[in-house]
C-alpha cells in the first residue's frame, strides 16, 4: 500500500518559519525579530476587541463592509474593489492560485519575501529572481528575466529584508515595460513608515489599468500581526476573481473590529510613526559607528552586515545576542548569511541591541 502524495512540487516548499519569541532558560526577551510594532497595538483596537468578545458565536461579516468603506474613504478609493484577507500574506497566495500554476512563473527581485516562492510552489508554479543592485529591486534586471510563461511579477516595495524601495517612476516604468497581460503585484506593506517625496504604495498604477494590485497589511504599523488582517487594491476584474476564491469568512470578527479601530484611530498611528521617525535613524546611526555596515531602510527595521571573520560574523553575532535575550532575524534562508535584520523596538530595546553589539565586538 502507498499513502497519498501531494502533487509535483509541494515538498520541494521549504516551509516559512517566523520570527522566534523564545529562548530556553531565558525568562526576559527581547523580542526584535519580526518587524512588529514597537509600542503595541492601540488602546482603542484593543478595547473593541474585548467589546466583541461575547458575539464571537457569531459569523463574520463576509465582506468586511465597514472596514473597505473606511479604508476607502481615507483613501479615495473605490471600496467595491478593495479585498480584504487573513494578513496579506493570504492574499499574495490568492493571488497565485488565481493566475498562476504549473508551466507558470513567478518573478521578484532575489531577496524578496520568502513568501513568494512558497506561494508560486504552492500552486504549481516555478519561481524566478532577478538581480538586485545595492540590495535594491532593479527594473532593467527584472524585465529582462521576464518570459512568456511569466504570469505575476511581485514586488515588494519597500523590501523586506533590505528595508530599500523604488521610487515611483521607476515602478510606474516597470509597469510599462510589463507585458499586458502579466499581473504586477505590489506588496506595500511597510508603505506607511515610509517619508520619501518619491515613493508611492502604487495606487496609481491600479486606477490607471486592469492588471496592478497593491496589497496592504495590519501588521506593521498597526501592530495587528496575531490577528491577521491584510487588504489589496485591484482592478474591478481581479477582484471579482479574489472574490470567487477566497473563503467567504476568510476574516475572523475579531480581526475586522480591532482592525477598523486601529484604522480609525489615527492619533496613535501618527505616535507609532513618530516613534520610528526617531529610532530608525538612531539605531542605524549607533550601528554604523560600531563599524559595522548598515543597509539604509525607509522601514522599521535595518538590514546589518557583518564581517567574515571567524568570531565576528553574523552567526556568532546573532548567538551572542540571544545569551542575553535579544533575538533578531538570521538572513540565510533569504541568501543574505552575513547579515542580521532587525526591528526597531522600544527606546530600551534600541539602547540593549546598541550596547550588546558593542560588548560583542569587543570580546
Known sequence: MTAPTPRPGIMDIRPYVGGESAIEGVARILK??????????????????????????????????????????????????????????ELLGILCR????????????????????????????????????????????LLKAVTPRTRIVFLANPNNPTGTYLPAAEVARLRAGL????LLVIDAAYTEFVTRNDYSSGIEL?????????????????????????????????????????NPFNVGA???????????????????????????????????????????????????????????DAVAADAFLRSRGI???AMGGYGLGDCLRITIGTGEENQAVVDTLAEFLRA
Not at 507585458?179 to 502579466?182: I, K, L, R, S
Not at 473590529?257 to 520610528?276: P, Q
Request: glycine content about 10%; hydrophobic content about 45%; aromatic content about 8%.
Open 254 to 312: 475579531p480581526a475586522l473590529a480591532a482592525g477598523l479601530a486601529a484604522f480609525e484611530d489615527t492619533a496613535y498611528a501618527d505616535l507609532c510613526k513618530s516613534h520610528n521617525d526617531y529610532w530608525l535613524p538612531w539605531l542605524s546611526g549607533q550601528v554604523a559607528a560600531l563599524g559595522l555596515t548598515v543597509v539604509p531602510s525607509v522601514c522599521n527595521f535595518i538590514l546589518v552586515r557583518f564581517p567574515a571573520n571567524p568570531g565576528k
Open 32 to 89: 526584535l525579530s519580526s518587524n512588529e510594532g514597537a509600542l503595541g497595538p492601540s488602546p482603542k483596537a484593543m478595547a473593541a476587541l474585548r467589546a466583541m468578545a461575547p458575539e464571537m458565536h457569531r459569523y463574520p461579516d463576509g465582506g468586511a463592509e465597514q472596514l473597505r468603506k473606511a479604508i476607502a474613504a481615507r483613501f479615495g478609493l473605490d471600496a467595491s474593489r478593495i479585498v480584504c484577507g487573513a494578513g496579506s500574506d
Open 327 to 329: 533575538i533578531v532575524r
Open 98 to 141: 488565481a493566475y498562476a500554476g504549473p508551466g507558470d512563473e513567478v518573478l521578484y527581485s532575489a531577496h524578496g519575501f520568502l513568501m513568494y516562492a512558497i506561494a508560486a510552489k504552492a500552486c504549481g508554479a516555478t519561481p524566478v529572481t532577478a538581480p538586485e543592485v545595492d540590495l535594491t529591486a532593479n527594473v532593467d534586471n
Open 206 to 246: 491600479v486606477e490607471a489599468g486592469d492588471n496592478t494590485v497593491v496589497c496592504r497589511t495590519f501588521s506593521k504599523m498597526y501592530a495587528l500581526g496575531g490577528l491577521r488582517l491584510g487588504w489589496a487594491y485591484c482592478p474591478e476584474n481581479v477582484t471579482g476573481v479574489l472574490n470567487r476564491v477566497r
Open 179 to 182: 507585458p499586458a497581460h502579466v
